[in-house]
């Protein structure tokens, strides 16, 4: 099992930034993935970026690519989603997950709120 803890998440202006992070803890060590997802409200969960475990590649949304950075801390068991320029359609629910063989595995999930 896989424990995914998330925190970091708020409320902004337009503009500005907002960094999520989310620990990871338990039957860590076979994890491929770690990324973040979300969701709006009456929209379907997106991917918003990923980074491979092995070797750290790492893959955004079109619509983040260029605002949105995503990093690891291999020594925490951490990754970050660092937010800058954030819009009003970045509002959603944002979930950090993890993919471990073929098994996922998903944060509470926080919110951040962009305010026009």
């Known amino acids: 099992q896989v424990q995914l803890v998330e925190s970091g998440g708020g409320l902004v202006q337009a503009g500005g930034s907002l960094r999520l992070s989310c620990a990871a803890s338990?039957?860590?060590?076979?994890?491929?993935?770690m990324g973040w997802y979300r969701q709006a409200p009456g929209k379907s969960r997106e991917l918003v970026a990923r980074?491979?475990?092995?070797?750290?590649?790492?893959n955004y949304a079109d619509s983040v690519r260029g605002r949105f950075a995503i990093s690891r801390d291999v020594a925490k068991n951490t990754v970050y989603l660092q937010m800058n320029s954030l819009k009003p359609e970045d509002t959603a629910v944002y979930y950090c997950?993890?993919?471990?063989?073929?098994?996922?595995?998903w944060g509470q999930g926080t919110q951040v709120t962009v305010s026009s």
């Open positions: 980074v491979i475990t092995n070797g750290g590649s790492t």
């Open positions: 338990g039957s860590i060590r076979s994890i491929n993935k």
């Open positions: 997950y993890a993919l471990r063989g073929w098994t996922d595995y």
